[in-house]
């Protein structure tokens, strides 16, 4: 009843607020929910296919065995009166004996003839056993592996016996001969297939199989016991790839019925058309079909091969018939084998299922070998009987009047079957019995436009539709109508290539053979074709030249790059995003490309793609931009010059923010490393250098003069823990180890690793101590080192990179790597690593030798000692180690041996490497920078692409097969949160119901007013010291964060949900949350004081929270004042806690998040873009502590260090933007609220206490509340017009907007009523009168109105 009371009260003007609220849920946008935040960036799992016929194969030779003896019956065969006598349609008692021999034996030949032109026929009439060999004999020897057909006719000699025999003649035609299928098996060899028209014939096929195992079983005893006797015979041919088709079973007599012909096995397999017609003719159905005699069936119009004649249509109809039920009732694998691999073949089963079914009626059944299931009764001979009807009822008008003949109902009513089960169907169900019969209508022009568009909605329902089409014979069909010149079928054959390519990639070498390719190029250069067109065409194009020489010389040839390089600014997204893939995979280790492209500046074109709103673009120019500098043989200085300039654009993507696209950015830039390796390697040595002297600062005379003098350690950065990497931290995290403390692996001299506790660790976690091979799962750089020298190496800002000298490339690309390895996004920041140590190892390992050198003991530069593990990359177990193990890793150049052996010398931290050291030469310190290290042996330069594989096999992001996948899923499928009936829809509007009622319960109580809010509904203690608080909107969740790691608790249950680590570096903390999508699918948005953001999914669920993205949301922010934790005692001078850290705010309508703290600019950032919109500048020399923004007035509002309180229009420049300044606080600004109302005031909170109200149009306070001293925490309530202040003299004061106290909390609840502790933080709910406090004493508590209100 609480509910409906509670409607009761709230008053109409409410009421259609509210829908008003419920209707502004559904059309606020959704941040980071796009298909990149919520799947793993990879390509789908590649299906298997089989529908390739791996061995295509004719049938070359055929023997047609008659034996009629014309005139003299057998004696084991009783005939009726009158009898079948018509053989290949001829009576052989019509002529002489001989001559009717003769005659049948040529027509039968012309029979077959209709089916296999070009093989080469031999008849033999009434044969005796040697005729037989010698024919069968020759047949295979001129076959070879082909296949060859026995066609067996017993029509004038005994029936098959059981021991397996079928009878020929003597001589003199005196006596009837056996002859055994065992020897026939022999001459006739394998492959074959053997027709029996002959009574009992089912004999002759169990004899076969009996005859084929005993000869396997020979064969197995031959092979395993070579001095058997059967062995030392000639070995029997194997008899697996034999096919039977045989009359009738083992006991049935053929059919005697007079109106039949005597060979109606063989008719309905050599002449099928006729001889169904002639059945149809004698059902007693065809008496509704008036006029129509067995006659006037002989005189129907047309041939069988032409489809536009009577008798050719009824052909057509019938192959697409007998296809369709083959397909629908045979097994996969056995269709393809008997209906796609030999034409002949097909043909005779096709005409076989027509024998089943005319043959039964007359109570013969037909057998094959292999069997199939029986299809006599399937219903599309329905269909067959039908379209026979529709024929022969307009025979009689077409031969006596001359009228045109209509064409059969037949395929357009098939399509209307198809297009009903696409439409109708619903997901999971069995595949449509048309898809061969839309096969068989692409012969059509009549059709081809309507099967086309059918095929292509068939193939969008996801890849197992593809597969089946292309199994069911697809293939040779679309590939010859890109032949067509007609530009209607266009759109539906791109559709149709792109499905087919984005499941089966195989098929770029068919497309290029055919020419294939310069249909697409056609269709992409066609500026009239819609862009979806376009998109498609580019795609197939993609697949055309990925990693296929053949297809990228073709395409080249076809202009593809001018072509591409013209879409590059066409507004459909997509268009720009495969343009840019396929102009990267064109020029991918092929050079005449890249030179094309150079001439045609393709990479300064790509250049504004680095800028796309679309961040899948950015990534897609990334990569184009990453493959042209990764893959020219020779440098020339000119190419020299192109890579520096193109690395130079790419490092300003460094702080993008979408980790997609950083993630290209690293492979992109680990190809120019491979490129110019040696030049890195002298960069790592110098930042390796450094970074040692910087922490453990060596006597001057060992420092070598080239060395930078040794840098201060700045007190205030704390000591680092040495954790491997970021996936030791993402172990712990996923495993929810809470155990901070991780295990600190170092490597020991020995190369074994050794334990060290965060408090005996030195300082030095530098590379001399960390020198692991890569087969021990330990980085040469470890975090700590590589964090360190990203911020010793006199490293300001990113800004200054562009527009250096290019002397000093190497040096910036090699900070941007610094900087991508402590990226807050873990792939990333793995990645960059990868490209790191690989660096530093060779490097080292080059190093080496060279220090021996120095000490002047010996003369030959030793190798460092190989080990038998070869060039293994790793053990297994483990994170993956460094790509770079053996010698052919990266670098081609080989260990010279030494002049005359030696014993192996090294240094004594070396430890044993996976492999010979990669290049043992001596690298003179003082390098000229271009010079190529030492001369490269001369076959080196045979092979340029081979060396480089290494890291950029290993690097790789999935990008483009995670986007190819788009095309091989459903495009015109509604997408789910679009169809009303989906369970994603049902669940929003569950969650947009539960939001309505939230609002309106929770108005319902502010609207009355809070007279108190002490009441404490919620208390607990927290893992770790919180430091942020931010209750969700709308459920019952609220979260905590400490230094680094994050805490949900429902706070009605009153139990912790979650706990999990939010991988931010140990010497920063968490400054700011918030929920982004709060009304729907909730993210968390955390961001730390060393300027990165990170946003979390699945948290406070049963589910592992995962992290959906992170970006560094401040470039700049200087790591000298902040990083001490807060300490329990919190001064009231803020300067010396650490800044302010970061601070953020939360426009969900416009997708816009504000991002500021201890920097000079206000920054604002595009989440649906994934980058910066705006740097807003501050004007002020002190950090911005407090954030406001109202999005109906574009204004942002910011509270600063030095008591000022900004006032900024985002819609201006950057010069004017700043349009109020207040300075009447005297101090640090702890709180500056813009109220979102039209007029909305601001309110800002100093920790003097003094609260202040401005009218944004005025320059001065329209009023001043005093509050408590010592002021370290206030929020004010959006709704309730309350403020509570949170003090360091460990008390809560709740205000009223009269600044009258309405609550004073100082005790605990419970617990003997304690004192509560110094407050860290506190957050109103957004809606309920509800105050999340936490405090230095690790407790965190909820109070809230009184019970009677609630």
């Known amino acids: 009843m609480k509910m409906d009371s509670d409607l009761l009260h709230s008053p109409a003007v409410g009421l259609a607020e509210e829908e008003e609220a419920d209707m502004n849920d559904w059309k606020l946008p959704l941040a980071f929910m796009k298909k990149r935040h919520s799947e793993k960036i990879e390509g789908s799992k590649a299906l298997a296919q089989s529908w390739r016929m791996k061995d295509r194969m004719k049938t070359v030779s055929v023997a047609l065995v008659l034996c009629l003896n014309v005139g003299v019956d057998p004696p084991d065969v009783v005939k009726t009166s009158p009898c079948a006598r018509l053989e290949c349609w001829i009576d052989p008692l019509s002529m002489s004996p001989q001559k009717a021999l003769e005659t049948i034996g040529a027509n039968l030949q012309k029979q077959y003839e209709n089916w296999q032109p070009r093989a080469r026929y031999k008849q033999s009439l009434d044969p005796t056993v040697d005729e037989v060999k010698k024919l069968c004999t020759s047949l295979r020897r001129n076959a070879k592996e082909e296949r060859v057909l026995f066609h067996y006719n017993g029509h004038g000699v005994p029936r098959p016996t059981v021991n397996g025999e079928i009878w020929v003649f003597n001589k003199n035609y005196t006596q009837y001969i056996p002859l055994s299928i065992y020897d026939l098996q022999t001459w006739m060899g394998s492959p074959s297939i053997f027709v029996y028209d002959c009574s009992n014939a089912g004999i002759i096929v169990k004899s076969f199989k009996q005859f084929a195992l005993q000869r396997e079983q020979e064969l197995e005893v031959a092979a395993i016991n070579p001095s058997h006797p059967l062995a030392q015979m000639p070995l029997p041919p194997s008899m697996k790839n034999c096919i039977q088709l045989a009359a009738c079973e083992a006991s049935e007599l053929l059919p005697m019925n007079p109106d039949l012909p005597a060979d109606l096995f063989t008719s309905c397999l050599t002449t099928p058309i006729k001889i169904a017609l002639r059945w149809f003719c004698m059902q007693k159905s065809a008496k509704l079909v008036p006029g129509v005699t067995l006659d006037l069936i002989e005189k129907i119009p047309g041939r069988l091969n032409d489809r536009r004649t009577p008798l050719g249509e009824l052909n057509w109809i019938f192959t697409a018939i007998t296809d369709t039920i083959a397909w629908n009732v045979l097994p996969r694998d056995l269709f393809q084998k008997l209906f796609r691999q030999d034409l002949l073949v097909a043909s005779l089963f096709r005409n076989f299922l027509l024998a089943e079914r005319i043959m039964r009626s007359y109570n013969c059944t037909p057998v094959s070998s292999p069997r199939l299931p029986p299809t006599y009764m399937h219903a599309m001979w329905q269909a067959w009987d039908l379209a026979v009807d529709i024929c022969l009822s307009q025979l009689p008008t077409i031969i006596e009047e001359g009228t045109a003949f209509r064409h059969s109902p037949f395929f357009a009513e098939q399509l209307t079957a198809f297009q009903v089960w696409l439409t109708m169907g619903v997901e999971n169900r069995n595949p449509p019995e048309q898809l061969p019969i839309v096969l068989q209508v692409l012969l059509s022009q009549v059709h081809r436009l309507r099967a086309l568009d059918l095929l292509g909605r068939f193939l969008d329902l996801g890849p197992w539709a593809v597969s089946l089409a292309l199994s069911v014979g697809i293939f040779p069909y679309v590939l010859k109508l890109l032949q067509s010149s007609a530009r209607e079928l266009r759109p539906l054959l791109v559709f149709i290539w792109a499905k087919i390519l984005a499941v089966d990639s195989s098929c770029q070498a068919d497309l290029v053979k055919d020419n294939g390719h310069k249909y697409f190029l056609s269709v992409l ?297 402590a990226d807050p996004f873990p792939e990333v920041s793995d990645l960059a690593m990868k490209v790191l140590n690989s660096i530093a190892y060779k490097a080292t390992m080059n190093a080496r030798p060279q220090r021996i050198l120095d000490s002047g003991s010996l003369t030959q530069s030793a190798p460092a000692s190989p080990t038998s593990k070869g060039t293994h990359i790793h053990q297994a177990g483990g994170s993956p180690p460094m790509p770079s193990t053996s010698s052919s890793s990266l670098t081609n150049e080989v260990p010279k041996p030494p002049a005359r052996e030696q014993p192996a010398t090294r240094p004594p931290y070396t430890p044993t490497l996976g492999g010979q050291a990669p290049h043992s030469h001596q690298f003179p310190r003082t390098r000229k920078m271009f010079d190529k290290g030492p001369e490269q042996a001369a076959e080196d330069g045979d092979e340029p692409g081979g060396h480089r594989n290494y890291i950029s096999a290993a690097l790789q992001t999935g990008l483009c097969d995670w986007s190819a996948k788009y095309f091989a899923q459903p495009v015109m499928k509604i997408p789910e949160e679009h169809d009303l009936e989906s369970q994603v829809r049902m669940e929003r509007q569950w969650r947009f119901l539960r939001n309505a009622r939230v609002r309106r319960h929770s108005r319902s109580i502010t609207q009355r007013g809070v007279s108190r809010l002490d009441d404490q509904i919620f208390i607990n203690r927290n893992p770790g010291v919180p430091s942020v608080v931010k209750f969700h909107p709308f459920n019952t969740c609220i979260a905590v964060a400490d230094k680094d790691s994050i805490c949900f608790w429902d706070w009605e249950k009153g139990e912790r949900l979650d706990y999990f680590y939010n991988g931010n570096p140990r010497y920063t903390r968490i400054t700011a949350m918030e929920y982004l999508n709060g009304h729907d699918c909730s993210l968390l948005l955390t961001a730390t004081d060393d300027g990165a953001l990170r946003i979390w999914k699945n948290f406070a669920d049963q589910k592992n929270p995962e992290m959906v993205t992170a970006w560094q949301g401040l470039s700049d922010m200087l790591p000298t004042t902040r990083g001490l934790a807060r300490r329990v005692s919190i001064y009231l001078d803020r300067s010396k806690q650490g800044g302010a850290g970061m601070v953020v705010d939360w426009e969900q309508e416009t997708g816009l998040l504000m991002t500021s703290g201890d920097v000079r600019v206000i920054r604002i950032w595009d989440t649906d873009r994934e980058m910066k919109v705006q740097d807003i500048p501050t004007g002020a020399d002190s950090c911005v502590t407090s954030l406001s923004c109202d999005s109906q007035r574009s204004l942002i509002v910011a509270g600063l260090g030095d008591g000022s309180v900004r006032v900024f229009d985002r819609r201006m420049g950057p010069n004017e933007c700043r349009v109020m300044t207040y300075r009447e606080h005297g101090a640090w600004v702890v709180k500056a609220h813009l109220q979102k109302e039209t007029d909305g005031h601001i309110i800002s909170v100093s920790v003097n206490g003094d609260v202040r109200f401005f009218e944004p149009r005025t320059p001065d306070s329209i009023n001043v509340l005093q509050t408590v001293k010592g002021l370290t925490a206030l929020d004010i309530h959006p709704q309730a017009n309350l403020f509570a202040c949170g003090s360091m003299n460990q008390f809560i004061a709740v205000y009223n907007a009269n600044g009258d106290v309405i609550s004073n909390i100082k005790y605990y609840d419970g617990f003997m009523g304690q004192r509560i502790g110094a407050i860290s933080c506190l957050a109103f709910h957004p809606h309920w009168p509800h105050l999340a406090v936490g405090s230095n004493d690790y407790y965190m508590s909820i109070y809230s109105a009184e019970k009677r209100l609630r």
Request: aromatic fraction near 8%; charge should be negative.
């Open 525 to 821: 250069a066609d500026n009239y074709m819609p862009a979806e067109h376009r998109t498609m065409a580019v795609f197939i194009l993609a697949v055309i030249v990925n990693s296929y020489n053949t297809g990228q010389e073709a395409c080249l040839q076809g202009n593809l790059i001018a072509n591409c390089l013209e879409q590059l600014s066409d507004p459909h997204p997509l268009l720009r995003q495969w343009v840019a893939i396929c102009l990267g995979r064109i020029w991918q280790n092929f050079d005449p490309a890249r030179w094309c492209g150079v001439r045609d500046s393709a990479h300064e074109k790509l250049y504004t793609l680095l800028s796309d709103p679309i961040p899948e673009v950015r990534c897609a120019a990334v990569f184009a931009l990453g493959t042209f500098v990764g893959n020219s043989a020779e440098r020339t200085d000119h190419s020299t010059t192109i890579d520096h300039n193109v690395a130079m654009m790419l490092a300003q993507l460094i702080n993008d923010g979408s980790p997609v696209v950083r993630k290209e950015l690293v492979v992109a830039l680990s190809h120019l490393v491979v490129q110019y390796e040696s030049n890195f390697c002298t960069v790592a040595l110098q930042f390796i250098e450094e970074e040692k002297n910087y922490t453990v600062p060596s006597p001057a005379n060992t420092a070598e003069p080239g060395n930078l003098t040794p840098v201060r350690d700045s007190p205030a950065i704390p000591r680092l823990r040495s954790v491997n990497s970021y996936t030791n931290i993402r172990a712990a995290t996923t495993a929810r180890n809470l155990n901070k403390s991780l295990q600190n692996l170092n490597l020991n001299e020995e190369g074994g690793p050794a334990a060290f506790s965060p408090g005996n660790l030195s300082t030095s976690s530098s590379a001399s101590s960390t020198l692991g091979s890569p087969d021990n799962d330990e980085y040469i750089l470890s975090f700590e080192t590589i964090d360190k020298m990203r911020r010793v190496s006199s490293y300001s800002s990113l800004n200054s990179l562009i527009g250096v000298s290019f002397n000093s490339v190497y040096t910036q690309i090699w900070r941007v790597l610094l900087h991508l390895a």
